[in-house]
């Protein structure tokens, strides 16, 4: 039993000493060895990198199968993925985020855009559109604007489809698109008569403005028409505005307008 003892601790000790050998051998190895094996290190992970790189930049495996859309209202998948400068075929690492981002930018319909990369092969647009608020008549022509003012675009003539506001009375001798609107009296006027559409759906048409503080909301024949100072007034007085519609109804009235521009009171118009 003492013999097997010692054997082991032999052995034991043995290994150590070959363990530490090996260990003075490595440190003693000349410098430009230990620099060999480095550069062979680095040479095999540049050489596995390189084909990597090699391989997703020009396989058919990465290249853009599917544009995916989201968020348009008013613009064709068509028109924003040619704005976009994106091609099916195109490897999907190529593509140039910023350059396609800028490029859709510069729709005025396009508020916001974000595309990403989905690996392999796929594109997702997700953008924002700003939305026509209102029809805008200038200069004997009819423009569709956002509520920032943002003149979006010209139409012939406004009808029943658009489903917007026509705002009348403009001081603008000329205006263009992709012009803003910067009046303080037309974001008034179009508070105005959003307010009114409000405690009375699909009942108003359009809005004119007379002056800076006074506008004209009317329905589409003139036969109703409401005389205010902003939006203020409206929904300050929407009881009165009911009851005054109820009257004017039950009485048969011909009126030319309700006026609610004075301050706890309003005044049915009668013609003459």
Not at 186 to 195: D, G, M
């Amino acid at each position: 039993m003492k013999r097997t003892d010692e054997n082991e601790e032999w052995k034991q000790e043995e290994e150590k000493r070959l363990e530490e050998e090996e260990e003075e051998g490595e440190k003693n190895q000349p410098l430009a060895a230990r620099i060999t094996k480095i550069l062979i290190f680095y040479l095999v992970i540049g050489f596995l990198g390189w084909n990597f790189f090699s391989f997703i930049f020009s396989s058919n495996f990465c290249n853009i199968e599917e544009v995916i859309i989201k968020g348009n209202d008013y613009l064709s998948e068509d028109e924003i993925l040619y704005r976009s400068k994106i091609e099916l075929g195109e490897n999907i690492f190529k593509l140039d985020l910023k350059k396609s981002i800028d490029s859709l930018m510069q729709e005025l319909r396009i508020k916001e855009v974000e595309i990403k990369r989905v690996i392999p092969n796929k594109v997702i647009i997700s953008l924002k559109e700003r939305k026509s608020v209102a029809i805008i008549y200038i200069g004997e022509e009819y423009f569709t604007s956002s509520k920032e003012g943002l003149v979006l675009s010209k139409i012939d003539r406004p009808n029943e489809g658009f489903g917007l506001p026509l705002v009348l009375g403009l001081e603008i001798d000329e205006i263009k698109i992709g012009d803003i609107v910067d009046r303080p009296e037309f974001r008034t006027a179009l508070e105005s008569i959003n307010s009114a559409e409000v405690i009375l759906p699909k009942k108003f048409y359009q809005v004119k403005i007379l002056s800076p503080d006074d506008f004209m909301i009317c329905n589409k024949d003139d036969t109703l028409k409401v005389r205010v100072n902003g939006p203020e007034g409206i929904i300050n007085k929407e009881n009165l505005l009911r009851e005054a519609l109820e009257k004017i109804k039950r009485e048969k009235l011909s009126v030319d307008y309700i006026d609610l521009r004075f301050k706890n009171s309003l005044i049915i118009k009668v013609k003459r």
